[in-house]
C-alpha cells in the first residue's frame, strides 16, 4: 500500500429473473460493520478472479450459479483495516443464481434478501456499486445470462428470510 495504488478485491453479484422479468439482486450484511454489501474478498491465489468472486459467493451468502467471465464494472471503497482504513478497487462479476444452499460457512453472521436491483441500490453505500446493479439489471445481459442454463430440477432460489434493511439505516 505504501505506492499509492488501491488494494484490489473480487465481488459476486447474486442475481435471478423473476417469472415477470424482473431483475432481482442478492445482498447482505457485512460481518463487523453490518452494512449492506455483496459477496466479496481477496483475490486467491491461482485462481481466475471470477473464479474467486464466485468461491466467496458460496462461502459469504450460500449461492451456486453460473459466473460470468467479464467483469462488470469496478468501484472503490474504503476498507478498515487494524491500523488504518485503504482504498480497495472492486471488480464485480455476475452471477446467475442456480440454487441457494441450505447450509454455508457465514450463514448465522449475515442477514440477506432478494430485491429488485434498483431496490437494493439504494441500500448500498457505495454509488458506484449501485449504478453497476441498475445498469445490469437494465441490460439485455442479465436475462441472457440467466437464460443461459436452465435452473436445477424446478427448484428455483428460495427467498432469504431475514432483511438487512435495519443496518441500512
Known amino acids: 500500500m505504501t505506492d499509492g495504488r488501491p488494494l484490489n478485491q473480487v465481488a459476486a453479484l447474486p442475481y435471478r429473473v423473476t417469472p415477470a422479468g424482473e431483475v432481482e439482486v442478492l445482498i447482505m450484511t457485512s460481518r463487523e460493520t453490518q452494512r449492506v454489501v455483496i459477496p466479496k474478498g481477496w483475490p486467491m491465489k491461482n485462481r481466475k478472479d471470477w473464479k474467486s468472486a464466485e468461491i466467496e459467493a458460496r462461502q459469504e451468502a450460500g449461492v451456486v450459479g453460473e459466473v460470468g467471465r467479464k467483469r462488470l464494472g469496478q468501484y472503490l471503497y474504503w476498507k478498515r483495516l487494524d491500523s488504518h482504513f485503504a482504498l480497495v478497487k472492486v471488480s464485480v462479476y455476475p452471477l446467475a443464481v ?21 431496490d437494493a441500490a439504494l441500500l448500498i453505500d457505495e454509488p458506484e456499486l449501485g449504478a453497476i446493479m441498475v445498469d445490469f439489471a437494465q441490460s439485455r445481459a442479465a436475462r441472457l445470462l440467466a437464460a443461459s442454463k436452465p435452473p436445477r430440477a424446478g427448484r428455483p432460489p428460495r427467498r432469504a428470510e431475514a432483511s438487512p434493511s435495519s443496518a441500512a439505516g
Open 98 to 118: 442456480r440454487r441457494q444452499l441450505a447450509d454455508w460457512p457465514e450463514r448465522h453472521e449475515r442477514a440477506q434478501i432478494w430485491l429488485p436491483a434498483e
